[in-house]
């Protein structure tokens, strides 16, 4: 069966004022199908350029990516995105900003409705169904992103640390909403997040990935049971696998340097 997602010997490089710099050196792996995959690494590591080859919106240097066997490109009603900073219409509502995808894609405007929704609820900005975004703090306007990216239900999810500007307790909640979600709707997942438990807790695997030129140094399989559930961020298992992930990226090494 076709991968999900297909990247092989990515290389890309920039332009810049004082010259080419390498971003992502000879970057191989693959998603599969209903596979959710994490990309992990410190900041300046590739991680985001990577999503944004895949995703269509950068061109690569070197290698080749591919999206259900064909090369990757903006603008496929399959494949659902979520950078790091809300695109939201300011002049829109926030359920009107929910359903753009549903306009664009000529979706049943009833059911695309019923399910925006259920989506604010699920974020916790139903009350807010009708403000405007400017209206909104950071935060929620992120939170009706991921309303937005989910309310087309795509086949294909790639996200952009989504929930970096969230508090705590809304992050864990959603991370364990996204989970059940892979787990029900057996979407294709690609994920960029800095931080390591919530890769561990949502992932399959965890492509780790070395300060640029973006390497990969290792793809760590999670082999922690489904169902998760929020516990399990806490759980032996879990911890294990982010103190390997952390000894991967030389976390350990650094900090007995420091000392």
Partial sequence: MTAAISVRHLG???QTKSGLVEAVKDVTFEVQRGEFVSLVGPSGCGKSTILHIVAGLLDHT???????????????????I??????????????????????LFKLDRKAARARAEELLELVGLEAFAHKHVWELSGGMQQRASLARVLVAEPEILLMDEPFSALDEFTRERLNAELARLHESLGRSSLYVTHHIAEAVFLSDRVVVLRPRPG?????VEVSIPRPRRIES?????????????RNLLGFRDQEASAR
């Fill in 215 to 219: 390497e990969i140094v290792e793809i």
């Fill in 233 to 245: 961020i806490t759980s032996h298992e879990s911890t294990e696998l982010a103190a390997g992930i």
């Fill in 62 to 80: 070197s290698g080749s990516v591919e999206v259900v066997g064909v090369p990757a490109r903006a603008g496929r009603r399959d494949v659902g």
């Fill in 12 to 14: 890309k490089v920039y």
């Fill in 82 to 103: 979520m950078l790091q900073r809300p695109v939201l219409m300011p002049w829109r509502s926030v359920i009107d900003n929910i359903m753009l995808p549903a306009e």
